[in-house]
């Protein structure tokens, strides 16, 4: 077992890049969904989901990873970053309309 140690903790070290490295993304969909809200841009563009989520396939079947995990790895990110999308979006409508109701 205690060979397993160092592993243990490189696997939770990566986990931390990990972590860190999605808030960067959800940081960067948050700006793309004022963009969007600013410009009354569908949150949702369905041909960018499938190149994101075909890209990252590609990729990882390059460096031999299993294409049915990253692809369903992905669709979760697509799904929770265009939910992020549309509850902007959604919040931003409701603020217009209340703007313009008390105008």
């Not at 860190?20 to 949702?44: C, F, M, N, T, Y």
């Not at 990873?65 to 265009?82: E, K, N, T």
């Amino acid at each position: 077992m205690k060979e397993l140690t160092p592993l243990r903790k490189k696997i939770d070290a990566l986990d931390d890049q990990i972590i860190d490295l999605l808030g960067q993304r959800l940081g960067i969909i948050h700006e793309v969904s004022v963009i969007k809200a600013q410009q009354d841009i569908a949150p949702v563009l369905e041909d960018r989901v499938i190149q994101v989520r075909e890209r990252a396939v590609q990729r990882a079947v390059a460096l031999g990873y299993d294409a049915d995990f990253i692809r369903g790895l992905y669709q979760d990110l697509i799904d929770y970053s265009c939910h992020v999308e549309q509850s902007y979006k959604d919040k931003n409508n409701k603020a217009l309309h209340i703007q313009k109701d008390q105008a």
